[in-house]
């Protein structure tokens, strides 16, 4: 029996069934601890030989695992008053006896000005997951509870605590709205699309059954194995297995339906879709799941544990749209199409609409048509001329502006700019004195708390004059680096938030340049495979890149000039990139598989032509259902979110309408068999009177 027969058995069709039933019972008991192994502390992201990683183990012999909330106080319209000092300390000793703040709070503080009051309150976050934001969020909220109650006083609570409770409440419920938000947004395509009302339910189940299972598989990579999940990490899954569990289901409706007016018994019909459908299906989940199985490389330890669990929700997708949802067309029958049966032996519905009359467009001028594309595309990409992803400063993360942001901005105004996120220095206990020294020679750092000595190491705070992970920051943790380093026998390690932060976006650099020709590699490798061909994977790798440089090109401007966002997380770019690489080979897979098999008994220009007709409108409807569900993460309030939305979004249907329709088309239509060299196809002349006339001769009159 061959493995396509199986989903659609009249008996293993049942059986397929009732094993997705029973995985789905056992899944849904794992899947709703999801977000126990969520974890978001600093040491789970950085790489283990960051100094900044190294520094942060070391600092734990002094101080528990703590996020210092700042709290600011402002007199309206003037100097504070020594009421306001009371008000200030009495507001100390009540936050010293919050739940989860162990060490000594700090204050209150009066700036040089007179005009403002700050008290540094350290809250034990608890190191990992929900239980550790949790803490930290609940502390936030009691304190500033306890801050608006001061009349006349303007009060924020900022610094690292603040800014963690902000985006804890930016993600409270964020998870069920944007799973809500993403269904509508299938929902309706696909009503639109089948004008079916009973037809887009199949596969909203089945990708529903998909993302169950790949949140239950990565709660147990993540409990019993070493894989990490980060709070991001959610979100993209369940916009990842709709989008892509949707294209996949799209392409097989389409087949199906071809198969159902040639075929009497639907069985037969739906075993011969999956055997033409399904190399282009698989071929398209293993490009994705391979692409980011690449992240495992990677030194970020963020980027190397998200990029498996996302493969673990490709894989689920990949294997729900191949078996569960044939079965469950196949019991349905053909019913589920209603109003528009498709009855045996009916007449294929006439391709005469916009693909045909592009492919008409293409076959009359294909090499103008693909020069002049190609240079469209080049000019979009200019874009990226003065587009840096090189730091993104906390009070630039979010869309909108919460107390957070404020209270650092009216911080700046008083106090040094670093005040509340210091670096911290731990070095052998011996040195403790030159080490101090060193620090406070250094330009850019106020000045140095005393040395706290245990355990043969002395632990050092510096604060800087420069605003918290600004470049100036940056810079100032390199000199201080310098400058502890030479210290003899000092072993020193520089730490804290800005360090942090600086590690960060050097590892993110050094994934880019490691990942982007690694996952190109592995792309072209599969495309080969599937086409059993050189010179296609090598020009539809050409058109995908430029593809991802004209999105990226077209984004950075819009995250400017349109948004206003101030900045780009380093690690962006590599995810846009690996989306729209992958993702638009996908688009490019599913054409080419089918032109390939047009082309055996057609030739190679008329299966270009044949293929964009047959494809064109359920690509087309797959790209605009993805576009749709990225685009539902802009609807979170944070900048990342919101850019790896609209860069996706705007990508994939630029991919969509031009370059697989357009570029790919052409190039295919110009290239001719040669096309799939070195294979036999590149070597046989059927329809060879086709390929060799004149281009102006085939366009269909």
Same mark, same amino acid.
């Given at each position: ?24 019972a ?10 126990d ?47 306001d ?37 350290? +809250? ?8 550790g ?9 009691q ?39 993403t ?72 087949r ?7 075929y009497?018994?639907r ?13 282009? +299906? ?121 107390e ?15 005040g ?5 220095? +731990? ?50 943790v ?36 490691l ?11 599969i ?62 897979i ?15 220009r ?10 064109g ?61 070195p ?23």
């Amino acid at each position: 029996m061959r493995v396509s027969a199986i989903p659609s058995g009249r008996r293993t069709k049942w059986a397929v069934l009732v094993f997705w039933i029973g995985l789905l019972a056992v899944a849904g008991i794992f899947s709703g601890k999801f977000d126990d192994v969520v974890k978001n502390e600093v040491g789970t992201f950085l790489p283990k030989n960051a100094e900044s990683t190294q520094a942060l183990e070391l600092a734990k012999r002094f101080t528990p695992d703590v996020s210092s909330a700042v709290v600011l106080y402002e007199r309206d319209g003037g100097a504070v008053t020594a009421a306001d000092q009371a008000v200030a300390r009495e507001d100390a000793r009540r936050f010293a006896g919050l739940a989860h703040v162990t060490a000594p709070v700090v204050g209150p503080v009066v700036a040089k000005d007179g005009r403002a009051i700050e008290i540094v309150v350290p +809250i034990e976050s608890g190191g990992t997951g929900e239980t550790g934001a949790g803490e930290i969020e609940a502390a936030v909220k009691q304190m500033r509870s306890v801050l608006h109650s001061h009349p006349g006083l303007t009060t924020h609570v900022t610094g690292p605590a603040g800014y963690a409770a902000d985006q804890a409440d930016a993600f409270s419920g964020a998870d069920k709205s944007l799973l809500l938000l993403t269904i509508a947004i299938v929902v309706v395509i696909l009503l639109f699309t089948y004008r079916s009302p009973v037809l887009w339910i199949a596969p909203l189940i089945c990708v529903g059954v998909a993302l169950v299972v790949a949140q239950a598989t990565i709660y147990l990579f993540a409990r019993y194995g070493d894989l990490t999940v980060k709070g991001d990490t959610g979100f993209i899954l369940t916009v990842l297995v709709f989008g892509a569990g949707t294209d996949y289901a799209l392409l097989l409706i389409a087949r199906y339906r071809e198969e159902l007016r040639r075929y009497e018994d639907r069985h037969e019909a739906m075993a011969v879709a999956l055997r033409r459908a399904g190399p282009a +299906i698989l071929g398209s989940g293993v490009t994705l799941g391979l692409s980011l199985l690449c992240f495992l490389v990677a030194e970020l330890n963020s980027t190397k544990s998200v990029g498996p669990a996302l493969a673990i929700g490709v894989a689920s997708a990949l294997a729900a749209m191949t078996t569960l949802f044939p079965a469950l067309l196949v019991v349905l029958g053909r019913w589920v199409f209603w109003p528009v049966r498709p009855a045996f032996g009916s007449p294929e519905p006439p391709r005469r609409g916009p693909w045909a009359w592009i492919g008409r467009v293409v076959s009359r001028r294909p090499r103008v048509t693909w020069i002049g594309t190609s240079v469209v595309l080049g000019v979009l990409a200019l874009g990226l001329i003065g587009f840096t992803a090189d730091n993104m400063r906390l009070k630039d993360s979010f869309t909108s502006k919460p107390e957070a942001v404020t209270g650092e901005q009216a911080m700046a105004l008083h106090f040094p700019a670093g005040g509340g996120d210091p670096v911290q220095i +731990i070095g052998a206990a011996g040195a403790a004195g030159p080490l101090r020294s060193a620090a406070a020679a250094t330009p850019g750092i106020a000045d140095v708390t005393a040395p706290v000595v245990k355990d043969g190491h002395v632990h050092l705070e510096g604060t800087l004059t420069a605003a918290s992970n600004s470049e100036a920051a940056f810079a100032t943790v390199d000199r201080l680096r310098d400058a502890v380093h030479a210290v003899p026998g000092g072993q020193a390690k520089v730490g804290g938030g800005n360090a942090v932060n600086l590690d960060y976006k050097r590892a993110a650099e050094h994934d880019r340049t490691l990942l982007v020709p690694l996952v190109l590699v592995v792309v072209g490798l599969i495309i080969g495979v599937l086409l059993r061909a050189l010179v296609a994977p090598l020009v539809l790798l050409g058109t995908v890149v430029l593809s991802f440089g004209a999105a990226l090109g077209v984004s950075a401007l819009t995250f400017r000039h349109v948004f206003g966002f101030a900045g780009t997380d380093p690690a962006i770019p590599l995810w846009i990139f690996v989306f729209l690489i992958a993702l638009g080979v996908d688009y490019n897979i599913f054409l080419m598989t089918r032109v390939h098999e047009e082309s055996k008994a057609h030739g190679t220009r008329q299966g270009a032509l044949r293929g964009l007709k047959a494809t064109g409108g359920v690509i087309t409807s797959a790209g605009v259902v993805l576009a749709g569900t990225f685009t539902a993460l802009a609807t979170l309030p944070l900048v990342f979110a919101a850019e790896i939305g609209f860069a996706v979004a705007f990508g994939v249907l630029l991919d969509t309408f031009v370059v697989r329709s357009v570029l790919v088309t052409a190039l295919t239509y110009d290239i001719g068999r040669r096309m799939w060299w070195p294979s036999a196809l590149s070597r046989e002349e059927r329809g060879s009177e086709l390929e060799e006339n004149p281009p102006h001769t085939l366009a269909p009159r």
